[in-house]
């Protein structure tokens, strides 16, 4: 399988797939609409997106005022990880009271345009679409009360302040994309 990745300071990749609330969201749309969008690689089943779920469900209410949204993609094979189907999906979120989009890509190749090694994965984009961040959340995955550098929180606000970012990137925490045979 060919893995491409979206480099810092590229135009992230295009996307149109389907939403667990019956919709087709095109990323495109977002960017109309939205001064920054986090794209966020994870799944259902992973203990660190669920380690991390309530910081980005923290971070979603902080920054939707001020014009961010995160978007959530599935591109585990639900073949060989049930936990991960479409009908999962829906019930993950309920049960977890999502408050952003929860995308299903199926075919992967959302996922290797972007380069998603983890879940979570992350890569935050501006209002023109260029990759601005990619990695992790924070610094602590297993305790939010340890965290002494909020990644993703920090070039949020450096996004809506016109202002460089540091650092670009940084190494994703989390499991493996589950890719197909």
């Not at 977002?30 to 469900?57: I, S, T, W």
Request: charged residues 20%; proline residues 6%.
């Amino acid at each position: 399988m060919e893995k491409m990745s979206t480099v810092i300071g590229n135009y992230a990749p295009d996307f149109e797939i389907p939403g667990i609330d019956g919709s087709v969201h095109h990323l495109a749309r977002y960017l109309e609409q939205f001064r920054a969008v986090g794209v966020v690689f994870m799944c259902n089943h992973c203990p660190y997106v669920k380690l991390y779920l309530d910081r980005l469900k923290q971070i979603q209410t902080e920054f939707e005022r001020q014009g961010v949204t995160l978007i959530g993609i599935n591109s585990n094979d639900a073949d060989r990880y049930p936990a991960d189907s479409f009908d999962n999906m829906k019930r993950f979120a309920t049960d977890n009271q999502l408050n952003f989009p929860y995308l299903r890509d199926v075919t992967q190749e959302v996922a290797q345009s972007f380069g998603a090694e983890k879940t979570p994965h992350l890569f935050l984009l501006n209002q023109n679409g260029v990759l601005c961040y990619s990695g992790s959340v924070d610094d602590s995955p297993n305790d939010p009360n340890s965290v002494r550098v909020t990644y993703l929180r920090d070039a949020i606000a450096q996004i809506l302040l016109n202002a460089p970012i540091k650092p670009t990137s940084t190494e994703p925490i989390g499991c493996s994309v589950k890719w197909r045979s």
